[in-house]
């Protein structure tokens, strides 16, 4: 059975598939993205699945294709939430995990690009920073938790990141 190499886990906006394709290219491999995964698997944009099945129903959902990218060699992102499942986390205990990670400020910025993403957009009338900062605080123990790395990515060009991401990999081969 195959393994990814390594496999980046973060909040949205964060930089995780533009850091997981770079980071393939560096290393001459695949990347694959669960989100991507969901959206070929439903024919439509995550943040619709997600509205339009919930969250828990999601979050079942989104395990099967985690398991399902994790059976690929290469580099592999996962959706921002997909820490939040017990058997993700479980699953992730036997992988090189990266925690790729971005300021409050500057993941609403990136995410307010972006108006399909329900977890972080919340309720109308509710600032998407607070939602941010409330996302962030939950999941911050379990990227902390998976992860055997964390690359921050604010200010700090794509590159730059997946240099660090490279250098992390060549410490621990």
Same mark, same amino acid.
């Given at each position: 059975?195959?393994?990814?190499?390594? *496999? /980046?886990?973060?909040?949205?906006?964060?930089?995780?598939?533009?850091?997981?394709?770079?980071?393939?290219?560096?290393?001459?491999? #695949?990347?694959?993205?669960?989100?991507?995964?969901?959206?070929?698997?439903?024919?439509?944009? %995550?943040?619709? *699945?997600?509205?339009?099945?919930?969250? @828990?129903?999601?979050? +079942?959902?989104?395990?099967?294709?985690?398991?399902?990218?994790?059976?690929?060699?290469?580099?592999?992102?996962?959706?921002?939430?997909?820490?939040? #499942?017990?058997? #993700?986390?479980? /699953?992730?205990?036997?992988? @090189?995990? *990266?925690?790729?990670? &971005?300021?409050? +400020? @500057?993941?609403?910025?990136?995410?307010?690009? #972006?108006?399909?993403?329900?977890?972080?957009?919340?309720?109308?009338?509710?600032?998407?920073? &607070? %939602?941010?900062?409330? /996302?962030?605080?939950?999941?911050?123990?379990?990227?902390?938790?998976?992860?055997?790395?964390?690359?921050?990515?604010?200010?700090?060009?794509?590159?730059?990141?997946?240099?660090?991401?490279?250098?992390?990999?060549?410490?621990?081969?």
């Amino acid at each position: 059975m195959s393994q990814p190499r390594v *496999v /980046l886990v973060g909040p949205p906006g964060a930089g995780k598939t533009t850091i997981g394709r770079r980071l393939a290219r560096a290393l001459n491999t #695949t990347h694959v993205d669960s989100d991507a995964l969901i959206e070929q698997d439903q024919g439509k944009p %995550c943040g619709e *699945v997600y509205s339009d099945l919930g969250e @828990e129903q999601f979050r +079942e959902l989104e395990a099967q294709h985690v398991a399902q990218a994790l059976q690929h060699d290469g580099v592999v992102s996962l959706g921002g939430g997909a820490v939040v #499942t017990d058997s #993700t986390r479980a /699953l992730l205990a036997n992988h @090189e995990v *990266v925690w790729v990670d &971005v300021s409050v +400020e @500057e993941g609403v910025r990136r995410t307010n690009q #972006t108006p399909t993403r329900p977890v972080v957009t919340g309720a109308p009338g509710i600032d998407p920073a &607070v %939602c941010y900062q409330q /996302l962030v605080d939950e999941r911050a123990p379990l990227y902390r938790e998976v992860s055997g790395f964390k690359a921050r990515t604010d200010h700090r060009t794509p590159q730059k990141v997946v240099a660090d991401i490279l250098r992390y990999l060549e410490t621990i081969s």
